[in-house]
């Protein structure tokens, strides 16, 4: 595997100017597959206004010239509280993306969690030797394929499993279906237009895109084009996915175990019960059931029903430091970022993803500096006031 870091770092000063740069690299239908949500994009939407429901009440005169961003996760210590999550087809907004963003990942000092269906497989992520890294998988109808999926993790020596529960139907993506990119590809001449005119873009990808596919299936599925593992995907994933799976996963998985996707108190409850090492609290970036909550806004019954007894990350609308603080505020442990981290790399490949950790570790900081706070352990609801003005800690 080549290994190919854009020496250029882009002049992004915000994960929003970030975004507007991914969106005047990338082909249209490539920017709106990461960019873009299921239906009305409403809890796309309500994922990044929620976090405007709460203002801090900053203790400037506890400040400290030093402040500590590192926090504890299973054993490893992360510089920073954000690690990076699942998102598929990663190859397809820079060569090699996955490696790229895993070694970027590395280089902060954070994890890198690999999707199930990224564009290499699994083993070649874990070749990259970027760690800690997870692995993110789906319950098929076929448990075997299930377990292997788990036991090629655990050879790859992944220091993590996540199972996510939310996808076993896939979201109703209406930009994707506007662009065509769908399975099978019905790009018109919009589209191709969209991709020529992209021309870095272009002469980037032009000897990748025929190896774009799922490269976690190719040999189980014995087919290696991308439009006949994706339509084969739908039929493997099981909707009666239950409790048994998880149980059955926990106990094939001798590692941490996290579910990614629960939104409800009582499944965090359930998810303890059953052994669960960690829970990320997640509407899967808004891409799958319209009209869901906003990850934020579960987030303090979850921190509640699970008492501190397990971690609780958090994911969906994250573009700020302060996004992270406020999480953190709330009772996360960590926070988790799926799109920032696409537009960083589409804009400059690793370098691009390095940045948008850099700014996100800056404006953390920042806050942090600000609010009078030094460490991360130091972060507690007491920082924080609603909109209804009714401040968070009890004591206040
Ligand atoms: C392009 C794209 C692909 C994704 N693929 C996966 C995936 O394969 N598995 C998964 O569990 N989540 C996947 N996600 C969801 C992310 O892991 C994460 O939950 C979400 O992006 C967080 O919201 P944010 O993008 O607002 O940060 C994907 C998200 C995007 C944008």
Same mark, same amino acid.
């Given at each position: 595997?080549?290994e190919r870091v854009s020496?250029?770092?882009?002049?992004?000063?915000?994960?929003?100017?970030?975004?507007?740069?991914?969106?005047?690299?990338?082909?249209?239908?490539?920017?709106?597959?990461?960019?873009?949500?299921?239906?009305?994009?409403?809890?796309?939407?309500?994922?990044?206004?929620?976090?405007?429901?709460?203002?801090?009440?900053?203790?400037?005169?506890?400040?400290?010239?030093?402040?500590?961003?590192?926090?504890?996760?299973?054993?490893?210590?992360?510089?920073?509280?954000?690690?990076?999550?699942?998102?598929?087809?990663a190859g397809?907004f820079w060569p090699d993306g996955e490696c790229a963003t895993a070694r970027a990942?590395?280089?902060?000092?954070?994890?890198?969690?690999?999707?199930?269906?990224?564009?290499?497989?699994?083993?070649?992520?874990?070749?990259c030797?970027?760690?800690?890294?997870?692995?993110?998988?789906?319950?098929?109808?076929?448990?075997?394929?299930?377990?292997?999926?788990?036991?090629?993790?655990?050879?790859?020596?992944?220091?993590?499993?996540?199972?996510?529960?939310?996808?076993?139907?896939?979201?109703?993506?209406?930009?994707?279906?506007?662009? +065509?990119?769908?399975?099978?590809?019905?790009?018109? &001449? /919009?589209?191709?237009? !969209?991709? $020529?005119?992209?021309? %870095?873009? *272009?002469?980037?990808?032009?000897?990748?895109?025929?190896?774009?596919?799922?490269?976690?299936?190719?040999?189980?599925?014995?087919?290696?084009?991308?439009?006949?593992?994706?339509?084969?995907?739908?039929?493997?994933?099981?909707?009666?996915?239950?409790?048994?799976?998880?149980?059955?996963?926990?106990?094939?998985?001798?590692?941490?175990?996290?579910?990614?996707?629960?939104?409800?108190?009582?499944?965090?409850?359930?998810?303890?019960?059953?052994?669960?090492?960690?829970?990320?609290?997640?509407?899967?970036?808004?891409?799958?059931?319209? +009209?869901?909550?906003?990850?934020?806004?579960?987030? &303090? /019954?979850?921190?509640? !029903?699970? $008492?501190?007894?397990? %971690?609780? *990350?958090?994911?969906?609308?994250?573009?700020?430091?302060?996004?992270?603080?406020?999480?953190?505020?709330?009772?996360?442990?960590?926070?988790?970022?799926?799109?920032?981290?696409?537009?960083?790399l589409?804009?400059a490949g690793e370098a691009g993803v390095m940045?948008?950790?850099?700014?996100?570790?800056?404006?953390?900081?920042?806050?942090?500096?600000?609010?009078?706070?030094?460490?991360?352990?130091?972060?507690?609801?007491?920082?924080?006031?609603?909109?209804?003005?009714?401040?968070?800690?009890?004591?206040?």
């Amino acid at each position: 595997m080549t290994e190919r870091v854009s020496t250029w770092r882009p002049h992004a000063y915000s994960v929003a100017t970030m975004r507007a740069q991914a969106r005047r690299v990338l082909p249209r239908p490539i920017f709106d597959f990461a960019d873009g949500g299921a239906e009305d994009e409403r809890t796309l939407r309500r994922n990044e206004a929620a976090f405007s429901a709460f203002g801090f009440l900053p203790r400037p005169l506890c400040g400290s010239s030093h402040r500590d961003l590192s926090i504890e996760l299973f054993g490893k210590s992360l510089r920073l509280p954000v690690l990076i999550g699942p998102t598929g087809l990663a190859g397809l907004f820079w060569p090699d993306g996955e490696c790229a963003t895993a070694r970027a990942a590395a280089r902060a000092g954070t994890v890198y969690c690999a999707s199930h269906a990224s564009v290499v497989p699994l083993e070649a992520i874990a070749a990259c030797e970027a760690s800690p890294r997870w692995m993110q998988v789906f319950v098929y109808r076929d448990r075997g394929f299930t377990r292997e999926f788990a036991e090629r993790a655990a050879a790859a020596k992944y220091d993590a499993l996540v199972l996510t529960i939310d996808n076993q139907l896939t979201g109703n993506r209406e930009r994707d279906l506007r662009n +065509g990119f769908t399975i099978p590809p019905r790009f018109g &001449p /919009a589209a191709f237009a !969209a991709m $020529a005119l992209k021309l %870095p873009w *272009l002469m980037r990808m032009r000897g990748e895109l025929k190896y774009i596919t799922f490269g976690n299936y190719v040999d189980r599925l014995g087919a290696s084009d991308l439009k006949t593992l994706a339509e084969r995907m739908p039929s493997l994933l099981d909707t009666s996915l239950s409790w048994r799976d998880v149980d059955q996963l926990r106990s094939w998985w001798k590692g941490p175990f996290l579910l990614k996707g629960i939104l409800h108190p009582q499944d965090a409850k359930e998810a303890l019960a059953r052994g669960v090492d960690g829970v990320i609290v997640s509407n899967h970036g808004g891409r799958q059931l319209d +009209g869901a909550v906003a990850a934020v806004e579960a987030l &303090p /019954a979850v921190v509640e !029903a699970v $008492a501190g007894r397990i %971690p609780i *990350l958090v994911d969906g609308g994250i573009r700020r430091g302060r996004d992270v603080i406020v999480a953190l505020a709330l009772g996360a442990s960590a926070c988790v970022i799926g799109r920032p981290h696409l537009w960083g790399l589409a804009v400059a490949g690793e370098a691009g993803v390095m940045q948008v950790l850099e700014i996100l570790r800056r404006e953390i900081d920042r806050v942090m500096g600000l609010c009078g706070v030094s460490s991360i352990g130091q972060i507690g609801p007491d920082l924080l006031m609603r909109e209804d003005c009714l401040p968070l800690h009890p004591t206040c």
